[in-house]
């Protein structure tokens, strides 16, 4: 994701009243937080090294991991469920189907920035 997705109308939005079914005013943190999880690996391509995603654009961001970082559970289930809302996110695995089954998200994009 390019550093524009900061300026696109879709993450300036994020945690308004009315802008969303549900937001929630720490959203934005939240999707930093999934943008710190992406992996990157240097790649040879034509001879060249290029530094390309190595995640495969399936990342876990577990409630205990935003506890720690003072964001409880129903604020992080709001900022998830409007970070889905607004397309930023993807549910790649539901997870919960056993203890150490994650859920999986995979970042999408700011929809509006294709529109100008």
Avoid: H, W
């Avoid at 079914?21 to 999707?31: K, T």
């Avoid at 390309?52 to 399936?58: K, L, T, V």
């Avoid at 930023?88 to 189907?97: D, K, P, Q, R």
């Avoid at 150490?100 to 970042?107: R, S």
């Amino acid at each position: 994701m390019k550093s524009k997705i900061f300026l696109c109308p879709t993450f300036l939005s994020l945690g308004l009243r009315g802008s969303s079914p549900v937001v929630s005013s720490c959203s934005a943190q939240v999707l930093i937080l999934f943008l710190a999880k992406r992996t990157f690996g240097y790649q040879k391509k034509n001879g060249k090294k290029v530094l390309e995603r190595s995640d495969d654009n399936r990342l876990s961001l577990t409630y205990k991991e935003l506890e720690s970082l003072g964001i409880s559970q129903k604020r992080a289930t709001r900022s998830i469920d409007e970070l889905l809302a607004k397309g930023f996110i993807e549910i790649v695995n539901a997870g919960g189907l056993f203890e150490k089954d994650k859920a999986l998200y995979a970042l999408g994009g700011c929809p509006r920035i294709a529109e100008g």
